[in-house]
């Protein structure tokens, strides 16, 4: 028996060992302000994608994907704790010196994944804290990171030669160059040079384009270089993207890595600005309203997921998905048991990605909330349930109802022609509305939501 030992020891490594390399590696990829119907293989008519483009023909193209939220901070905090944002804390973007931030009682993504064996790393735009590299608040290795460069916000000047990077705790100083490349090119330094090639990895990029300060490569200016100056910056910045984007999946290529790797590409929210003025070009699609608004402008973005073998390649699925699903679906992928102790909003959609399934099972309808919603917009919130979407103030004195099968452009409100579905679905609303209140902070009653920091009568405590 003595001499089995070794032998038995042996054989339990190995099958550790095996067990680290059946495991998928795991990319988000993550734009900022890309809209619906910017990419080439969304239906935009100029803007050159080629990579993404083919990205898309390798995997699944998903057509009712959504951020969980209209502003940034919001979105990316569903995506990293599978909670919707108000209940999870993170109710509005955050403005340097807020004291909203994604808090450490929140059981993040590479946290759990960390735990399981993965190395994890996070480059490009942080943006769930206010005090960015400051011990007051959790920052990127607190909820799970071994590895990160970061901003808090915005690359700042701009795109091009950015100076307010931190990597691991430590400014980085100027860089030359542009954010999308310099993002990525972090990324692949850590793929190829710094990781632990021993265990299965979760990366999680996110990049400023095409987020104002836009400044584009000149050479990615060039398609369009029979448009105006701000079409030529917006258009050329997601070519700028989709070429960095490109760089990194050629790295999985020659890493050897693109068979067990799960990617999936997605935008915070719908475009900024009104579309007809500056670098903020961006489209949604025909869909209406833009970045801010609970339309579906503002939430439906673009979406593309791959995994060879197990997602058809040349796929397209129709059924809603959203950001906050990403949680438990990679966790699902991975072989990482969920926690059990906090509401979770998103559902596992990986069979709805693989195509072995035609809807997701959901614990609760989508829903959005934003209190900054434009002005001349009084719709904060909203909920989705099957082909019917509801609308309401925060005092629920004014909503509207939309078929989005019939009519995605949200047209003809229905709740008249409707009321006993119009009722359900505003009590549905109400309650679950209810819900995250009771649960989240309220931050969202006493700060401003224009950024998370002091309301305007009310002092910071």
Not at 107 to 121: D, E, N, R, S, V
Not at 126 to 151: C, E, I, R, S, V
Not at 374 to 403: C, H, I, Q
Not at 418 to 437: K, Q, S
Request: charged share 25%.
């Amino acid at each position: 028996m003595r001499c089995l030992r070794p032998i038995l020891a042996l054989l339990a490594f190995a099958a550790v060992v095996h067990a680290e390399e059946s495991r998928p590696n795991v990319i988000i990829f993550l734009a900022d302000d890309l809209g619906y119907g910017d990419l080439a293989c969304f239906g935009h008519p100029r803007i050159q994608t080629p990579n993404l483009d083919a990205f898309a023909k390798q995997g699944v193209r998903l057509t009712q994907c959504y951020a969980a939220s209209a502003v940034c901070s919001p979105s990316r905090s569903a995506i990293l704790t599978g909670r919707t944002p108000h209940r999870n804390g993170v109710f509005t973007w955050i403005a340097e010196g807020s004291e909203v931030h994604l808090r450490t009682s929140e059981i993040t993504l590479p946290k759990l994944l960390k735990g399981a064996g993965y190395a994890t790393a996070h480059v490009g735009k942080w943006h769930l804290n206010g005090k960015f590299n400051d011990p007051a608040q959790p920052q990127p290795n607190d909820h799970g990171y071994d590895h990160w460069m970061a901003t808090q916000n915005n690359a700042a000047p701009s795109h091009k030669d950015p100076m307010n990077f931190v990597r691991n705790g430590r400014d980085v100083g100027p860089l030359q160059g542009f954010s999308a490349p310099l993002v990525v090119g972090e990324a692949i330094d850590w793929l190829t040079s710094k990781r632990d090639k021993a265990r299965p990895f979760f990366l999680a990029v996110w990049t400023h384009e095409p987020h104002l300060p836009i400044e584009t490569d000149p050479q990615f200016q060039g398609p369009y270089a029979d448009l105006a100056v701000d079409f030529r910056q917006h258009h050329g910045n997601v070519s700028q993207l989709d070429h960095a984007f490109g760089r990194l999946m050629k790295t999985l290529d020659d890493q050897e890595l693109t068979e067990s790797t799960f990617v999936f590409f997605t935008s915070d929210n719908g475009p900024e600005g009104d579309g007809t003025k500056g670098r903020t070009r961006g489209v949604a699609g025909g869909l209406r309203g833009r970045k801010r608004s609970m339309y579906e402008g503002g939430i439906r973005v673009p979406g593309i997921a791959r995994w060879p073998g197990r997602i058809p390649a040349g796929t397209t699925r129709d059924t809603p998905i959203i950001g906050s699903d990403l949680f438990p679906t990679i966790l699902g992928v991975c072989g990482v048991k969920a926690p059990t102790d906090r509401v979770i909003d998103g559902a596992n959609v990986l069979e709805v990605l693989t195509g072995e399934r035609d809807s997701a099972e959901r614990p609760r309808p989508l829903y959005w909330r934003l209190n900054m919603a434009p002005p001349n917009e009084r719709l904060k919130m909203a909920l989705r349930d099957g082909d019917w979407k509801v609308l309401a103030t925060n005092d629920f004195s004014y909503l509207e109802m939309y078929n989005l099968k019939n009519d995605p452009a949200e047209t003809t409100d229905l709740k008249d022609q409707e009321p006993e579905r119009f009722r359900a679905m505003r009590d549905r609303l109400r309650d679950l509305n209810d819900e995250v209140e009771k649960e989240g902070p309220d931050w969202w009653k006493r700060l401003n939501p224009n950024g998370g920091g002091p309301a305007p009568d009310r002092p910071a405590r």
